[in-house]
């Protein structure tokens, strides 16, 4: 007996039960998440992948129908994060705003970031600039959501009046809240980079693979954001799959560091890799240098790390207690001053820091004050800041690998 009409306004057209419901689901939040990453994201805003016109522009045609978003606003204000990463100018800094402003309400502070007409223009270029994006995209945005949910409602009634809400909330959630709020305030770094973003999880799945926000701060242009071997990207996946049916093309990775043996002078190649990959030779100096000279601290006083430096101030040690409140950031430099090998440890850091942070034109200069570092490294008596240098004399960098 066919359906009333009753049965069909309140079902819709697709009688689905609550697994197929599910599924439906899972695939359009899923859609979304894979437009912000790829597309947004990795394309537009840092060019690391381009991908085949027709997918290009479905990728549009998702973020306008899901989320109201403009594509020229949301690299506009990514853009600009990165610029003005952790100071008052960042769009959704926790650092600044707070985790709770950010985490709850990410999406109240985009919508404040899109109104900055002068930012849009400045870091929105390159952006979709066509026919449709003017006369549908850009001045109907909210409209696509109002398209959606007649979709959902026409297919599956009520339920997926239902499924509408959770779609609206998908990103704003998962993208505003937890990868701008979270991705700067919780998770573990591979390496140290000069903000607090972190990997909340080293298997990026469910939110496309943003979850690997450290390694994406360090490497910025990657398209690939999964840098160690237990680390798993889930956009990478979909950009090789895309790649594999010529539909993508990577443009860029992050490089992979070579170390050289027996390289006596640093040289170019030495110089490259290092601007390169700044935040793995500042990471490597944590590992290899302040870390065991801590512990040889601790051993020396007969007590454990934890009791003679605490956990919160062996953080802030790694970048000078940048992030620390005022009154931690000084009982830190205190107990740096009471210890001469420390000291001295975080003033080599300190120059180096200064000199691979530096955008010099004068590749000649930079090369003579990396190997003027290293010559007074290697005659500090230091064993482990010694050992240090000899390394980094050897870096070079490799193409990387996907």
């Not at 309400?105 to 929105?124: F, I, N, S, W």
Request: one cysteine or more; proline letters at 4%.
């Amino acid at each position: 007996m066919p359906a009333s009409l009753l049965d069909v306004i309140a079902g819709g057209l697709v009688q689905s039960g609550f697994w197929g419901l599910l599924a439906y689901l899972l695939v359009v939040t899923q859609l979304t998440i894979f437009t912000v990453t790829l597309y947004l994201h990795r394309s537009q805003t840092h060019r690391g992948v381009d991908f085949h016109p027709v997918l290009a522009h479905f990728f549009r045609f998702w973020c306008w129908l899901t989320t109201s978003m403009i594509v020229k606003e949301w690299v506009a204000i990514h853009r600009k994060h990165h610029a003005r990463c952790e100071t008052e100018e960042d769009p959704h800094s926790p650092m600044h705003k707070g985790i709770r402003e950010v985490f709850w309400k990410g999406a109240e502070l985009y919508r404040e970031a899109r109104t900055h007409r002068a930012d849009m223009e400045q870091y929105g270029r390159g952006t979709p600039d066509d026919w449709i994006e003017r006369h549908l995209y850009t001045p109907h945005a909210n409209l696509g959501p109002v398209l959606m949910l007649a979709i959902n409602a026409t297919l599956f009634g009520a339920a997926g009046v239902a499924i509408w809400a959770i779609q609206m909330l998908w990103i704003p959630f998962w993208a505003a809240g937890v990868v701008n709020g979270l991705g700067h305030w919780w998770g573990y770094r591979n390496f140290e980079t000069t903000d607090t973003a972190t990997n909340l999880s080293p298997w990026g799945v469910w939110i496309g693979g943003e979850e690997l926000h450290n390694n994406h701060h360090a490497f910025p242009s990657s398209a690939k954001f999964a840098l160690r071997r237990w680390e798993f990207d889930i956009g990478w996946a979909a950009i090789k799959g895309l790649q594999a049916l010529r539909l993508a093309k990577v443009l860029r990775v992050a490089p992979t560091l070579d170390v050289r043996p027996n390289i006596n002078v640093p040289d170019g190649d030495t110089l490259k890799a290092l601007l390169a990959l700044r935040f793995q030779a500042m990471t490597d100096y944590q590992k290899r240098v302040l870390k065991p000279a801590l512990r040889e601290e601790a051993a020396a006083a007969g007590a454990r790390l934890r009791a003679l430096l605490p956990r919160r101030l062996r953080r802030g040690l790694v970048d000078d207690g940048r992030w620390l409140k005022p009154e931690a950031r000084e009982e830190l430099r205190d107990w740096v001053e009471q210890r001469p090998r420390i000291r001295t440890l975080v003033e080599y850091r300190a120059r180096l820091s200064t000199l691979l942070e530096s955008r010099s034109h004068n590749a000649a200069e930079s090369l003579a004050s990396l190997q003027a570092w290293c010559r007074e490294a290697e005659a500090s008596g230091i064993r482990a800041l010694q050992d240090y240098a000899a390394r980094l004399k050897g870096y070079s960098l490799q193409p990387a690998r996907g």
